[in-house]
C-alpha cells in the first residue's frame, strides 16, 4: 500500500492553520469496520511521536488544535492554529494492510 | 510508564550481520504486537517488521525479506531484529515501537546501525 502525501513542504505563520494530505492506494478500511489510518509528529534528533490513531482519536496529551478525518482512501491531519512546537515533519501511517507503510512525511517550517 | 530501549547497533562491514534488541518495561509485553521500524539519515520513516502475539504473523518489508528475522522472547520482555547480509542502504537508526493500531502508543529512542566497508 502506497501511501502519498501533500505538500512535501509546508511552511506556515504562526497562529494560522495548515493542512497536510494523505492518500492511500488501497482501501484502509479494515474487515471489522474500523480504518487504521495514524498521523505521526517527529522533531529534529527525536523519536516519531503518536498523534492520531484509527483516523480521528488523539493520543493522551495531544492538544486538541490537532484534527484527523477522513475516510476510505483520503485523509486529512489539519492543525488549528500552528504554535512554534509544531515544527517538524508528520507522517501518516497505515497499519490496515501488512507490511504497514508510511507516507514521505511533509515538513512543517515557520 | 512503557518504556522500550533498543540495543544492538554499530559499525558492520557490507555482507555482515547484527542482532538487535529492545528490552520493554512498564507494560505486559507478551500482549503486544510488535514493530521495528528504520530512518535513514536524512530520509523518512519505514516500517521494517512486525510480529504478533505469541510469535506469529512475522511480516517483512520487501526491501529486507529474506535478510531479517524478528522474534520475541516474552519471558524476557524482549524483541529482536536479527539481520544478516547487510548492505549499505540498510544503514539507519531503528527504532521499535509498539503496533500502531491500539493505544497506548510507545517508541524506543532508536540504536544506529552502519554498513561501510
Known amino acids: 500500500v502506497v501511501l502519498t502525501q501533500s505538500p ?28 487504521f489510518l495514524h498521523w505521526f509528529h517527529q522533531r529534529p534528533g527525536q523519536s516519531p511521536r503518536r498523534l492520531i490513531y484509527q483516523v480521528s482519536n488523539r493520543d493522551s496529551g495531544v492538544p486538541d488544535r490537532f484534527r484527523g478525518s477522513g475516510s476510505g482512501t483520503d485523509f486529512t491531519l489539519k492543525i488549528s492554529r500552528v504554535e512554534a512546537e509544531d515544527v517538524g515533519v508528520y507522517y501518516c501511517m497505515q497499519g490496515t494492510h501488512w507490511p504497514n507503510t508510511f507516507g514521505q512525511g511533509t515538513k512543517l517550517e515557520i | 510508564e512503557m518504556h522500550l530501549v533498543e540495543s544492538g547497533g554499530g559499525f558492520v562491514q557490507p555482507g555482515g550481520s547484527l542482532r538487535l534488541s ?4 512498564g507494560f505486559t509485553f507478551s500482549r503486544h504486537t510488535m ?41 524476557k520482555s524482549t524483541l529482536y531484529l536479527q539481520m544478516d547480509s547487510l548492505r549499505a542502504e ?16 510507545c517508541w524506543g529512542l532508536g540504536t544506529l546501525v552502519t554498513v561501510s566497508s
Open chain 1, 8 to 35: 512535501l513542504s509546508l511552511p506556515v505563520t504562526l497562529g494560522q492553520p495548515a493542512s497536510i494530505s494523505c492518500r492511500s492506494s488501497q482501501s484502509l478500511v479494515y474487515s471489522d469496520g474500523r480504518t
Open chain 2, 22 to 25: 529492545c528490552a520493554a518495561s
Open chain 2, 35 to 75: 514493530i521495528w521500524v528504520r530512518q535513514a539519515p536524512g530520509k523518512g520513516l519505514e516500517w521494517v517488521s512486525g510480529i504478533g502475539l505469541g510469535g506469529s504473523g512475522a511480516t517483512y518489508a520487501d526491501s529486507v525479506k529474506g535478510r531479517v528475522t524478528i522474534s520475541r522472547d516474552d519471558s
Open chain 2, 90 to 105: 540498510d544503514t539507519a537508526i531503528y527504532y521499535c515501537a509498539t503496533d500502531s493500531n491500539w493505544e497506548p502508543n
